[in-house]
């Protein structure tokens, strides 16, 4: 399991409307579910991912600093508390899709 995996993942749902749709449908007000449903959705799409990986890429890098593109977001307001709550809506954002 890597954050490599989760990144190729994420590329693929950007060149895939299925998968995007499949994402885009995950439930916005239930974390535990989402995070679970996302997880099958890349494992079910041939990638070997779990919730530590989405975290981690979701909040930043591992040792919880912010890139660049997320400070960015961050200081314009498209990063809240509900994107924190909601690891994989803040990686379809910052991928390109919603």
């Known amino acids: ?10 590329e693929k749902v950007k060149e895939d409307k299925e998968l995007q749709k499949k994402m885009a449908a ?4 239930d974390r535990k579910a989402a995070m679970a449903r996302g ?9 070997e991912v779990d919730e530590g990986d ?3 890429i ?5 040792a919880g ?3 660049d593109a997320m ?18 809506g803040i990686l379809r954002y910052t991928q390109g899709y919603t």
């Not at 995996?5 to 994420?10: D, G, I, N, Y």
């Not at 995950?26 to 007000?29: E, F, I, S, V």
């Open 65 to 67: 600093e912010l890139d």
């Open 1 to 10: 399991m890597s954050q490599e995996q989760l990144k190729a993942f994420m």
């Open 26 to 29: 995950l439930p916005k007000n």
């Open 39 to 47: 997880i099958t959705i890349a494992v079910e799409a041939g990638f």
């Open 71 to 88: 400070l960015e977001q961050v200081a314009g307001g498209a990063v809240s508390q509900e994107g924190v709550d909601d690891p994989w």
């Open 58 to 62: 979701a909040v930043g890098s591992g």
């Open 54 to 56: 989405v975290t981690r």
